[in-house]
Nanobody, 121 residues
Framework: QVQLTESGGGLVQPGGSLRLSCAAS????????MGWFRQAPGKERESVAT????????KYADSVKGRFTISRDNAKNTVYLQMNSLKPEDTAVYSC??????????????WGQGTQVTVSS
């Protein structure tokens, strides 16, 4: 079991930046593949970015490629999402989840509570 806590959301103007953090409890974080997801009002939740347990494999949704960067620090049990050139359509609740273990994928699990990102002038 692992508990995930997101932070770093807020209100930002279009073109601005935010860095989200997802802190994990426990001693097993380094074995987990992690993902960031978002859900906008009235829309289904979508995958934004994933990172493998080692950090060597990164995947992004087409809508955020070139603007968002996922990274992790296993010593700090934390995964990050650096979001640059934000657009109003990036407005959503962002959540992190475990998406695999040592590269073996699972249905997203151990969801955090989410953090609100609002992009507006």
């Amino acid at each position: 079991q692992v508990q995930l806590t997101e932070s770093g959301g807020g209100l930002v103007q279009p073109g601005g930046s935010l860095r989200l953090s997802c802190a994990a409890s426990g001693r097993t974080f380094s074995r987990y593949d992690m993902g960031w997801f978002r859900q906008a009002p009235g829309k289904e939740r979508e995958s934004v970015a994933t990172i493998s347990w080692s950090g060597g494999s990164l995947k992004y949704a087409d809508s955020v490629k070139g603007r968002f960067t996922i990274s992790r620090d296993n010593a700090k049990n934390t995964v990050y999402l650096q979001m640059n050139s934000l657009k109003p359509e990036d407005t959503a609740v962002y959540s992190c989840a475990v998406v695999g273990q040592y590269g073996l994928g699972i249905s997203p699990a151990f969801w955090g509570q989410g953090t609100q990102v609002t992009v507006s002038s």
